[in-house]
């Protein structure tokens, strides 16, 4: 499995991203970053991460800065492995759930969630939870999408074969912090189907600094 973390101006939030990762001691993963000419210290991070393990991280930067959607797919261009999973630079995964995730992966799935997001913010020296999505769907597909607002392609950290990256052309780059909601629309438009995994969780980071803010 890859994970890409796409990174811009993250410097204060990317390390735990990242060990919420390795915490996960997989045997065979990893993590491709991609610096959208960040303005803070994030692209040092980055170096220093990848120094502390060569063999899991690759990385690469941009002389200026274009935006979520090429980084994502950017991310995705120095991928090998055939299950990709997007997180947020600014959020992080629960080890128990993200390997209960993993572990429902099937030959004909090509788009997995979390069944519940925990909306977080810092406060001090703690992580507060404000709200949470709860998914009750065990599936979507894309005529599901009318029926409810809270819907798990609306999250954009999500798990995907790269064969259903490379059917929809990967993330559209001309709709800003919506490029994370499309992906996920797209590939149900296209035909695909979105199995939710119970009993799985991740934790979303509200800030705002976030991408979504700056964007909207």
């Known amino acids: ?18 060990m919420s990762i390795v915490n996960l001691n997989l045997d065979t993963y990893e993590i491709c970053m991609v610096d959208d000419h960040s303005k ?7 170096e220093d991460l990848s120094k502390k ?29 055939p299950w ?3 997180l947020d630079s600014d959020n992080f995964l629960h ?3 993200f390997l209960k995730l993993y572990s429902e992966i099937e030959p004909r799935d090509a788009m997995i969630s979390f069944g519940v997001i925990r909306y ?14 709860v998914f009750n769907a065990r599936k979507m597909d894309f005529t599901d999408l009318r029926k409810t607002m809270y819907n798990p392609p609306a999250s954009g950290n999500l798990l995907f074969s790269r064969k259903l990256f490379d059917d929809i052309g990967g993330y559209e780059t001309d709709l800003g912090a919506y490029d994370s909601y499309a992906f996920g629309y797209k590939a149900l438009y296209y035909g695909n189907t979105i199995k939710i995994i119970r009993d ?15 964007e909207n």
Not at 40 to 46: E, G, M, Q, R, V
């Open 40 to 46: 803070d210290n994030t692209l040092k991070i980055i």
């Open 120 to 133: 977080f913010f810092d406060f001090l020296f703690l992580d507060i939870e404000l709200r949470k999505w």
């Open 84 to 86: 990709i999973f997007c």
């Open 95 to 97: 080890k128990k759930s």
């Open 53 to 81: 393990y060569p063999n899991i991280i690759k990385f690469s930067s941009h002389a200026e800065n274009m935006g979520g959607a090429v980084t994502r797919n950017d991310c995705v261009k120095l991928s090998r492995y």
């Open 200 to 214: 799985t969780w991740y934790y979303h980071r509200l800030s705002l600094n976030s991408y979504w803010r700056r």
């Open 1 to 18: 499995i890859t994970f890409i973390i796409p990174c811009y101006n993250c410097a204060k939030t990317l390390r735990e991203s990242v």
